[in-house]
């Protein structure tokens, strides 16, 4: 279990038991109101009884008093461990966690590299390298069919995410049967970058999603 998941439970238990408590404080602030409602009406007339009775009055309203405090506390601790389970919650649900953030940065750099060498078939003068390069950065790509997105996410989320992870597993199982030859076909080679805009235009979308700014990840290469 993450950190976030064990604070979750933490804010949640304390908020409950906050509330028990706050209930209990309720019930019994209310039984001290039946009792000064009962000492009310057997207000004494005569001077030495109305003395105890006036001692017992203000002992019952301070008892009350302070039950009524103790109320307010735990409801309003309550309210903020409840607000702050459920907004660690959203938080999971709307935010990468470390899996799946380094799995998106490490496919960035993937693509971003595999686009490089597509733009250099055509100028370069040793084409069994590149095809080299491609074939091992493909090969990587391929193995996102094995990933999956974090199920604490928002259902959207993990759609979106296991959509790229789709795409960049048939880009690369796609681009790893590039030979020399076909890279030298234009036809070809265009196919293997209408594949990669597919997959960029979707990386895109997810980053935008999870509010990742792309600038940050291009000044990391």
Known sequence: MEILDWLFIGLLSLAI?????MLIFLVVTILTGKKI?????????RKPKLKKWKRAFRTLMKK???????????????????????????????NL?????????????????IEEQLNQVQGTDNPKKVQGTLYDLSARLASYGAHSANGRLSEEGQKQLNRLYSNMK???????????????????LDGYKADLKKT??????????FRINEASLKGKK
Not at 17 to 21: A, E, I, P, Q
Not at 97 to 113: H, P, T
């Open 37 to 45: 409602r009962r000492l009310k009406v057997k207000k004494p007339k």
């Open 97 to 113: 966690g470390k899996k799946d953030s380094d799995a998106l940065v490490q496919g960035y750099f993937l693509i971003s590299s």
């Open 17 to 21: 038991l906050c509330f028990v408590f």
């Open 64 to 94: 009350r008093k302070q039950q009524i405090r103790w109320v307010l506390i735990f409801l309003v601790i309550g309210i903020i461990g409840m607000s702050g389970a459920f907004y660690s919650r959203y938080y999971q649900a709307t």
């Open 170 to 188: 048939e880009l690369g199982v796609n681009m790893g049967s590039q030979t020399v030859e076909s890279l030298n076909d234009q036809e070809t």
């Open 200 to 209: 960029q235009d979707n990386q895109k979308k997810v980053l935008k999603y």
